[in-house]
Antibody, heavy 120, light 106 residues
Framework: QVQLVESGGDLVKPGGSLRLSCAASAFTFGDYYMSWIRQAPGKGLEWISYISNRGRTMDYADSVKGRFTISRDNARNSLYLQMDSLRADDTAVYYC?????????????WGQGTLVTVSS | YELTQPLSLSVALGQTATITCGGSNVGIKNVHWYQQKPGQAPILVIYRSTNRPSGIPERFSGSNSGNTATLTISRAQAEDEADYYCQVWDSGTVVVFGGGTKVTVL
């Protein structure tokens, strides 16, 4: 069955960097758009970035634009999120999610999430 | 673009829960709904306003008109106790989630 497994979450100091990974399996990764979505402790869901199936198109939420970079390696079935200039309000569980085909930005599968804590 | 959901609602076991998602002309958009239980990732329960993914019980249904989309849980079960989020795509802000509604089954 479709699986998405995030990794790379850690405790990092403000101003630091972190790279998250999402390993995909049981589907043709290169056919799907992918997104990162985060959830601060006790808060709601916040979409932060998407990347097209071939990696040619991407976009970011204003809250992370210029600090985060999404990328993918279809040969490795992997999605990445490079996070720079981290701030305390970036503390959250980060989920990768697959977008269902056919448009409409429907997130049909989610990983279990990885926790990023930004604190001195 | 913003989506507004009630913070919480309670429903008696076996009764009907109605969760609203308000937004400007949301009726012309495709609204998707996710269920999230504590410590778990969200799962899709309704897509394109009215469609149920395979494996989602028939007691979950959706509608969308005017400025309000609705997720209805008929004959609510204890396992339906969770947070529920609506979501749309908007050309200006790309992906927008509602603030979430905590549903308690009494």
């Amino acid at each position: 069955q479709v699986q998405l497994v995030e990794s790379g979450g850690d405790l990092v100091k403000p101003g630091g960097s972190l790279r998250l990974s999402c390993a995909a399996s049981a589907f043709t990764f290169g056919d799907y758009y992918m997104s990162w979505i985060r959830q601060a402790p006790g808060k709601g869901l916040e979409w932060i970035s998407y990347i097209s199936n071939r990696g040619r198109t991407m976009d970011y939420a204003d809250s992370v634009k210029g600090r985060f970079t999404i990328s993918r390696d279809n040969a490795r079935n992997s999605l990445y999120l490079q996070m720079d200039s981290l701030r305390a309000d970036d503390t959250a569980v980060y989920y990768c999610a697959r977008e269902a085909p056919g448009g409409g930005t429907i997130f049909d599968y989610w990983g279990q999430g990885t926790l990023v804590t930004v604190s001195s | 673009y913003e989506l507004t959901q009630p913070l919480s609602l309670s429903v008696a076991l076996g009764q009907t829960a109605t969760i609203t998602c308000g937004g400007s002309n949301v009726g012309i958009k495709n609204v998707h709904w996710y269920q999230q239980k504590p410590g778990q990732a969200p799962i899709l329960v309704i897509y394109r306003s009215t469609n149920r993914p395979s494996g989602i019980p028939e007691r979950f249904s959706g509608s969308n008109s005017g400025n309000t989309a609705t997720l209805t849980i008929s004959r609510a079960q204890a396992e339906d106790e969770a947070d529920y989020y609506c979501q749309v795509w908007d050309s200006g802000t790309v992906v927008v989630f509602g603030g979430g509604t905590k549903v308690t089954v009494l």
